[in-house]
């Protein structure tokens, strides 16, 4: 049986991250979650270089992408991934506090999979999680030649 591809949250916020973690938590998924901080952390991530050189090879099932992070912001992240031909069919769900219809705009023409407003309260925050993670990480079927396998 193939092993679970991980799911990548990149979130500066470490309120943030503890609340997903949790709300991933009660999923029940199998999947394990890598957690970065900023923009050139998540670029690294991808590009298995620096800290994140020795990482497994493979694909996130999903990246959860904040919009406002330190060193690079989630739009030049996503702009940087959907323009790579080796990483654009990564989903990518921008997971964000911002409901200005700019950033919604721009990350849809960058090519987000999905924009997540995050609500407030951790119920309605834990549910929205709940969704999120269960559609990109079990129900959502990748593109041919991107099975899920590999654990990274």
Do not use: C
């Not at 992240?77 to 959907?82: E, G, H, I």
């Not at 951790?122 to 899920?148: H, M």
């Amino acid at each position: 049986m193939s092993e679970l591809k991980r799911i990548l949250l990149v979130e500066d916020s470490d309120n943030d991250v503890q609340l997903t973690l949790a709300a991933l938590e009660e999923t029940h998924l199998a999947n394990e979650v890598d957690v970065v901080t900023d923009g050139q952390q998540a670029l690294d991530y991808l590009y298995r270089r620096g800290t994140h050189g020795e990482r497994v090879p493979g694909h996130p099932a999903v990246v959860l992408l904040d919009l406002k992070l330190p060193k690079l912001n989630g739009l030049e992240v996503l702009a940087q991934l959907k323009g790579d031909p080796d990483l654009r069919q990564i989903p990518v769900v921008m997971l964000t506090s911002s409901r200005e219809e700019p950033d919604l705009a721009r990350a849809y023409s960058l090519g987000v999979n999905a924009y997540v407003v995050k609500p407030v309260g951790f119920d309605a925050f834990s549910s929205a999680l709940r969704e999120l993670g269960l559609f990109w990480a079990i129900l959502n079927q990748p593109p041919p030649g991107t099975v899920r396998k590999g654990g990274g």
